[in-house]
Nanobody, 127 residues
Framework: QVQLVESGGGLVHTGGSLRLSCAASGRTFSSYAMGWFRQAPGKEREFVAGISRGGGRTDTADSVKGRFTISRDNAKNTVYLQMNSLKPEETAVYYC????????????????????WGQGTQVTVSS
């Protein structure tokens, strides 16, 4: 099992940047594919970005391509989401998610494919 704790959320102006971190407990972090999702009030949770267990493959939602970057440091049991050029409509609670995978290159993109979730961190983008 793995426990996930997000940090780095906050208030930022339109066009600003934030870097989210997700620290994982456990000794098998490198066996987990990791993802970031977000959920705005009244909306469904949506995929933002994912990364394979080794970090060699990533997948990013079209809406954030070129602005958001997911990365991981397996030595630190941490996954990151660098968010640039933020927009007000991206105000949401951002969640980190993990899934144990045997396939090294698989990046799950559906929330139902992840079994472990953090508590979320609020990102607010002011106009």
């Amino acid at each position: 099992q793995v426990q996930l704790v997000e940090s780095g959320g906050g208030l930022v102006h339109t066009g600003g940047s934030l870097r989210l971190s997700c620290a994982a407990s456990g000794r098998t972090f490198s066996s987990y594919a990791m993802g970031w999702f977000r959920q705005a009030p009244g909306k469904e949770r949506e995929f933002v970005a994912g990364i394979s267990r080794g970090g060699g493959r990533t997948d990013t939602a079209d809406s954030v391509k070129g602005r958001f970057t997911i990365s991981r440091d397996n030595a630190k049991n941490t996954v990151y989401l660098q968010m640039n050029s933020l927009k007000p409509e991206e105000t949401a609670v951002y969640y980190c998610a993990g899934r144990y995978v045997a396939i090294t290159t698989w990046v799950p993109v559906a929330s139902r494919e992840y079994g472990y979730w953090g508590q979320g961190t609020q990102v607010t983008v002011s106009s």
